[in-house]
């Protein structure tokens, strides 16, 4: 698949098959995270990969958008420095959404589809997930097969993108 194909396709999937996603198609996925640029080449992010389907039915209780985190074939939590902490760089959030871009595209080209979960909770998250203090997790990736495989060559909702007209300007606002 090629790159324009991956962007242009690209669905967001909630329901899964019960299938596991195989060792070298999670890898691949987690590499293509581990290969995203970033700030200075500091690369602060960390995956933690949740496949214990106990663990996954807490997770989904990260948020109150989060419950697609059951059924998945299994979850990434998405760590970073604690963008909050004085004299963080906010580069970080930047350098973890290229990261879970790229996981989500290679997924997808994979035929695995993928759905992020806001973490609300993260009192919680740091717990379940042993998460230390200086760290923060504000996102989950769900994965998996999607329980409907048409979702794979699902057109295109009409109206689901605002147009380039709409949100580009040149030169100024």
């Not at 985190?69 to 909050?84: F, K, R, S, T």
């Not at 760290?135 to 147009?163: F, I, N, T």
Request: glycine content about 6%.
């Amino acid at each position: 698949m090629d790159t324009w194909k991956a962007i242009d396709s690209i669905r967001v999937v909630r329901e899964f098959a019960d299938r596991p996603i195989a060792e070298d198609a999670l890898n691949r996925i987690l590499n293509a995270g581990r290969r995203a640029g970033s700030s200075k080449n500091l690369q602060r992010w960390r995956f933690i990969v949740v496949r214990d389907r106990e663990r996954l039915k807490k997770l989904a209780h990260a948020g109150p958008f989060a419950a697609h985190i059951e059924g998945a074939a299994l979850g990434i939590a998405l760590v970073m420095p604690d963008p909050c902490a004085e004299g963080a760089p906010l580069s970080v959030v930047w350098d973890l959404g290229r990261a879970a871009q790229n996981m989500v595209l290679a997924a997808w080209e994979l035929g695995i589809g993928s759905c992020p979960a806001t973490v609300y909770d993260h009192a919680y998250v740091h717990e379940l997930l042993r998460i230390p203090d200086d760290q923060h997790c504000e996102y989950v990736l769900s994965l998996g097969y999607p329980a409907d495989p048409s979702v794979l060559q699902a057109p295109k909702r009409p109206g689901g993108r605002a147009s380039l007209s709409e949100v580009l300007h040149e030169e100024t606002w």
